[in-house]
Nanobody, 118 residues
Framework: QVQLVESGGGLVQPGGSLRLSCAAS????????MAWYRQAPGKERELVAR???????KYADSVKGRFTISRDNAKNTVYLQMNSLKPEDTAVYYC????????????WGQGTQVTVSS
């Protein structure tokens, strides 16, 4: 089992920044991947950014150049730095953990709300 605890969501004005954190605990092994997904009201959950334990990253086209995913393997923590936020970034953001980097997520966090509004 793996537990994921997210933090850092909130209300921010357009053009502002937020940093999300997700700490993983439990049976953590090498070769994993962690990611951030988001789900806006009435929409499907979508991948925002993903990073393997080796540091390979992948981003949704909509956030490239604005968001940066990073991780601290010693702390089993993944971060999402979000800059130049737009109202369309408003969603519940979920952290995920894949036991093996090439598989879909096996575990999910509880989600954290990000609201971009003036």
């Amino acid at each position: 089992q793996v537990q994921l605890v997210e933090s850092g969501g909130g209300l921010v004005q357009p053009g502002g920044s937020l940093r999300l954190s997700c700490a993983a605990s439990g049976n953590i092994f090498s070769g994993n991947a962690m990611a951030w997904y988001r789900q806006a009201p009435g929409k499907e959950r979508e991948l925002v950014a993903r990073i393997t334990s080796g540091g390979t990253t992948k981003y949704a086209d909509s956030v490239k150049g604005r968001f940066t995913i990073s991780r601290d393997n010693a702390k089993n923590t993944v971060y999402l730095q979000m800059n130049s936020l737009k109202p369309e970034d408003t969603a519940v953001y979920y952290c995920s953990y894949s036991v093996t980097y090439y598989l879909p997520p096996n575990y999910w966090g509880q989600g954290t709300q990000v609201t971009v509004s003036s």
